[in-house]
């Protein structure tokens, strides 16, 4: 009788570990089907995982990247939301969501959780830039400027925060400063940066 309690004790832990494996191998699966595109697929994937796993931060935030890409912003914003609420320092999830207020002209949201990420022990340049373009939106010129120049500062080949610095300062008649900016996001091969030189500093 030991012997058979043994025996299906060693199955069902046998059980266990497929079992495990498999939902495992279904957000592994999410991440290959975003990278390729196919975020439909992705959502299933990382649904299923989610359905053993409801708190995988990783999980829940890929899902809503997937949904984020589609479209589907407000399934975006809950997932983003529930991953911050268990993993309340997350300043990829924080800017993901100030990233996704910013798709939907909500700036005093980006603005909220860009200033959640700032106030984030060790936050990225991106942190600060995200800052500097819902200020730059809402017109508080001069703050968005000092929160480019920090996330310039933070990193030196940052050609979105040169370009947007740039076009600030030409909105407030500083040409030569802005049309200096602008020609470093080119030089960082960022596009939209040669067509504004074309347009603005001729």
């Known amino acids: 009788m030991k012997r058979i309690w043994s025996t ?35 959502i299933v994937a990382y649904s299923s995982f989610l359905e053993t796993k409801p708190k995988n931060v990783k999980a829940l935030y890929n899902r809503g990247r997937a949904y984020e890409e589609l479209g589907s912003f407000e399934q975006a914003e809950k997932d983003f939301l529930d991953a911050l609420n268990l993993d309340k320092r997350n300043t990829q ?11 939907q002209k909500n700036h005093t949201n980006a603005l909220l959780y860009a200033d959640y990420a700032v106030e984030t022990p060790g936050a990225p340049a991106m942190a600060y830039f995200m800052k500097g373009r819902a200020l730059h939106q809402l017109g508080n010129t001069d703050e968005a ?38 020609a470093l996001a080119a030089k960082l091969n960022f596009p939209e940066a040669t067509t504004a030189i074309e347009k603005f500093c001729k």
């Open 93 to 103: 999830v924080m800017l993901s969501l100030s990233n996704l207020y910013q798709k």
């Open 8 to 42: 299906h004790w060693l199955v069902l832990g046998i059980l266990l570990v497929f079992s495990a494996c498999s939902s495992d191998s279904q957000s592994e699966k999410g991440d290959v089907l975003f990278k390729r595109g196919d975020y439909e697929a992705a």
């Open 145 to 182: 400027y000092k929160d480019y120049s920090t996330a310039i500062k933070m990193d030196k080949d940052f050609a979105e925060a040169f370009f947007y610095r740039g076009m600030l300062k030409l909105a407030t008649d500083k040409k030569k400063a802005g049309c200096d900016d602008l």
